[in-house]
């Protein structure tokens, strides 16, 4: 996706500027708006100014253009291919498919079910399983993350508390501007375990040694002891929820490293997004609705009051599956084997058949959560703590991918719908 190749010589045939804006139906300057959003690559003239394009890409994006009745300019994509004019960027990381999502190539429920959180997020970066890999934070990221966290009100929400520690562990990094990816990599290491770290913990106890999941039990649970299936089924959620292709966060991650941002503030930027209750913030909503099923003993009184109030009902239906949702199969399946799980269990089944009645959703990974967090004593944010923490790996990742393209491709066009020019100041 890059623009600056030089062409070979021997090249197979390729089509000028103006006869891939002419097949696409559209201005030159629309084509190189194509190139900077990356839906198109194209290579400069061997001794010249101009740019070729490759016919058969041109011709996908042509008959995608057609289909989806997006044309030219007004668009509005912002990478290598649309559907229903939605942004899309070319990724090697991660692939939803026909209710099933993979880490580069690899069924991502199987590598949750055999590998670890780090041995996952290992994988993404690198595309190398490293077994037994562990991430160790470093004394000063974390002395400076935990003074930082501990100034912030009571009543601060997870994000906040993350990424005020992710702030104030740049700070501590001056290192943090080499882009490099074994830089990066080592970033992705240190920063991971600082933000558990710099959490309060939950009870009397503390854990900054051993699996991420045991350090993170003891910042969500003021159980000391928490069993094996418990655990099991932490680390298993953080693996599942490392990724999901290109969600609003990781949109905003790309965003920042486009424009070169350091991967402390590339990070950053997904922690701003996933405050939003469609987003990050929706396990909470199903912590909440999942207690007031278990407080009544029916779901039928709180699902109603839920649609009274307009509200569409948390935990169910994902649009990018049309049927069950993977991460909240794999996590059902774990819960099974903790027994104080059987309540919330029951509550959720009979939030999905309640609502099938009228709507038949499945249950998504927020209701998973739910079950998991309420079975657990947990707070309602310890959902969207799990998610940002798991989806910090993440992010890590495209921010790698997204630092090996053309700065700045992550440039959209505006659709001026506003007042024609010129316009007479106003007074």
């Avoid at 490392?242 to 949109?251: F, N, R």
């Avoid at 503030?265 to 701003?272: D, E, I």
């Amino acid at each position: 996706m890059r623009d600056q190749e030089l062409a070979p010589m021997d090249a197979e045939r390729r089509l000028s500027t103006k006869e891939a804006a002419e097949l696409l139906g559209v201005k030159p300057e629309t084509v190189y708006a194509y190139v900077s959003r990356g839906q198109l690559s194209s290579r400069r003239v061997s001794g010249g100014r101009g740019s070729t394009f490759d016919p058969e890409e041109v011709e996908t994006l042509a008959r995608r253009n057609r289909r989806d009745g997006s044309g030219g300019s007004g668009s509005g994509n912002s990478g290598g291919g649309s559907s229903g004019g939605e942004l899309s960027v070319r990724t090697r990381l991660t692939l939803i498919e026909s209710d099933r999502y993979f880490f580069r190539g690899v069924d991502a429920v199987d590598l949750a079910h055999r590998h670890t959180f780090e041995e996952v997020a290992e994988w993404l970066w690198t595309g190398r399983m490293l077994p037994g890999s562990t991430f160790t934070a470093p004394a000063a990221f974390v002395s400076v993350a935990r003074r930082a966290v501990e100034a912030l009100p009571e009543h601060a929400a997870p994000a906040d508390l993350l990424r005020v520690a992710t702030v104030a562990a740049a700070t501590a990094d001056p290192l943090r501007f080499d882009l490099s990816e074994e830089a990066v990599l080592g970033t992705a290491r240190a920063l991971i375990p600082t933000l558990v770290a710099a959490l309060p913990p939950a009870g009397h106890h503390r854990r900054d040694a051993g699996p991420m999941a045991h350090r993170l039990w003891t910042r969500l649970s003021a159980r000391k002891d928490p069993d094996e299936a418990s655990l099991r089924a932490l680390d298993a959620a953080l693996a599942l929820l490392v990724d999901h292709d290109l969600a609003a966060s990781t949109l905003a991650v790309r965003v920042a490293a486009s424009a070169r941002a350091h991967p402390y503030a590339a990070v950053s930027a997904g922690l701003g997004v996933i405050e939003g209750p469609l987003h990050g913030a929706a396990s909470g909503l199903a912590h909440r609705l999942l207690q007031d099923v278990l407080e009544q003993g029916d779901a039928a009184p709180v699902i109603a009051d839920e649609l009274r109030a307009g509200r569409r009902v948390p935990g169910l239906g994902h649009r990018l599956y049309p049927g069950e949702d993977p991460r909240a199969r794999a996590l059902f399946s774990l819960l099974e084997r903790i027994p104080r799980a059987e309540p919330a269990l029951l509550a959720a089944r009979d939030i999905v058949e309640t609502t099938a009645r009228h709507a038949p959703l499945h249950a998504n990974v927020d209701l998973a959560l739910a079950v998991f967090t309420v079975s657990c004593g947990m707070a309602p944010t310890a959902g969207e703590t799990i998610f940002a923490v798991a989806r910090t790996a993440g992010w890590i990742a495209h921010a790698l991918e997204e630092y090996g393209e053309r700065p700045l491709r992550m440039r959209p066009t505006g659709l001026y719908a506003g007042p024609k020019p010129p316009q007479p100041v106003p007074e």
